[in-house]
């Protein structure tokens, strides 16, 4: 259900049951987090150097697998505490570059393995809200932070109290995601973007996806995120990549980066 590849400096998850859209159990949260953990120690030996989440079939991910979940006895707390969220941060702390390529329904905790995601590119058909009014249950995995940070109060509230869906195009426009592009080259397209990343300087990327992340959670201002910004240029002029850069600009040539 869940499958990593690993080749060419670039980790692919693929979440692999499309019978399903994608939906994910308590099993497959394990098996994800342990594709997270083998993706991230190939990193620390420089075997990954950016990486790619995808769904297999016409969705990403419609959310929780709730097929044989009983109210009565469903372990909501540990599912989403226990198991889910420790997912999200650990997906988010990924040591370099991560991307997404979202197609069809991206629901639930597909929408939280999305806001995990640095780059997420979209299918322009793809479907994002909150479907939760239908079952008494509400938005979870983040959804009502990054709604509300996106789109407002008034309109996260509409997309939970009638849950209507915003195609991928709408997303995109409204700020939510990275790019919205046909279905049918959404894969093709995202992965020539992460081999162009996966060749980069990856330890300057990942000092930017660790500034931006303390401006969204800290809330940084101008000039505490100037601060920051210094001292990550002043450790970055101390490595090989920072010494390639400035050599092949004066000689004219492209860098070789080694991450």
């Not at 780059?119 to 979870?140: C, H, I, M, Q, R």
């Not at 046909?182 to 980069?200: C, F, H, M, S, Y």
Request: net charge negative; glycine share 10%.
């Amino acid at each position: 259900m869940i499958s990593l590849s690993i080749a060419d400096g670039i980790a692919e998850i693929v979440l692999d049951a499309p019978h399903k859209l994608n939906s994910l159990d308590e099993q497959a949260l394990r098996d994800l987090a342990r594709a997270y953990d083998d993706a991230a120690a190939a990193a620390a030996r420089g075997e990954v150097r950016a990486l790619l989440l995808r769904g297999e079939g016409r969705a990403f991910c419609a959310g929780r697998d709730i097929a044989g979940v009983t109210p009565e006895t469903d372990d909501v707390q540990g599912y989403l505490g226990g198991l889910l969220q420790p997912l999200l941060k650990k997906m988010a702390a990924f040591p370099a570059p991560t991307f997404a390529a979202a197609q069809g329904a991206c629901l639930g905790v597909g929408l939280g393995l999305l806001l995990a995601t640095d780059v997420v590119y979209v299918a322009e058909n793809a479907k994002f809200g909150s479907p939760f009014a239908n079952l008494g249950a509400t938005l979870d995995s983040g959804g009502h932070w990054y709604f509300t940070e996106r789109l407002g109060m008034h309109r996260t509230l509409d997309l939970i109290y009638t849950a209507e869906l915003m195609s991928g195009a709408e997303a995109v426009a409204q700020g939510m995601f990275s790019r919205a592009m046909p279905a049918a080259d959404l894969l093709e397209n995202t992965r020539a973007i992460v081999v162009k990343a996966a060749t980069g300087a990856t330890s300057a990327f990942h000092a930017s996806k660790e500034l931006v992340a303390h401006i969204r959670d800290r809330r940084l201002g101008l000039w505490e995120s100037m601060e920051e910004e210094n001292a990550e240029q002043a450790r970055l002029c101390k490595t090989e990549d920072y010494s390639e850069g400035f050599l092949a600009f004066q000689e004219k040539r492209k860098p070789v980066f080694k991450g």
